[in-house]
């Protein structure tokens, strides 16, 4: 497996977070935004180094939160190329409402895994039922919009 591990310093700002990575990832992964398996101090999960100016792994709130991060410390990093497949299952309810609103179906099996999974997070993390079968109207209606993919 290709990984590279490296002690960095956490970059913060106000709500953003990211993780510096500082090589290029094309002599390590073959690409530059390369989808990766990230460790820190022992938490993991997916994520694609972003290119802007320089090369950072973005580092989520929930994923910060989770590994028990305020986002300023001084941490050991694992980046890993990720060559699973990348998939999102949606919420049911979420999936119903798609496959009931042509061509909502098709458009969310183009979007990209990131995107699949900002809905599908969404969704799940309404708390009460009006709130989510708003946040499903709203992807719903966000994805069917959207133009089919060119091919």
């Not at 913060?12 to 990832?25: K, L, Q």
């Not at 979420?94 to 098709?106: G, H, I």
Request: net charge positive; hydrophobic share 40%.
């Amino acid at each position: 497996m290709t990984a590279r591990t490296y002690r960095t310093q956490l970059r913060r700002e106000g709500p953003m977070c990211a993780i510096p990575v500082p090589f290029d990832p094309r002599e390590v992964f073959g690409k530059a935004r390369a989808p990766v398996t990230v460790t820190i101090d022992g938490y993991s999960y997916r994520s694609t180094i972003a290119s802007m100016g320089g090369y950072w792994v973005p580092l989520r709130r929930s994923n910060r939160e989770a590994a028990g991060l305020a986002g300023d410390e001084r941490v050991t990093v694992t980046l890993a190329l990720d060559t699973a497949a990348r998939t999102v299952r949606p919420p049911a309810d979420l999936a119903r409402a798609l496959k009931a609103t042509p061509p909502a179906w098709d458009r969310w099996r183009e979007l990209a895994f990131t995107h699949q999974r900002e809905h599908a997070e969404a969704v799940r993390g309404a708390k009460q039922p009006a709130t989510r079968a708003r946040r499903i109207a709203r992807a719903v209606a966000m994805i069917a919009a959207r133009p089919p993919r060119k091919r």
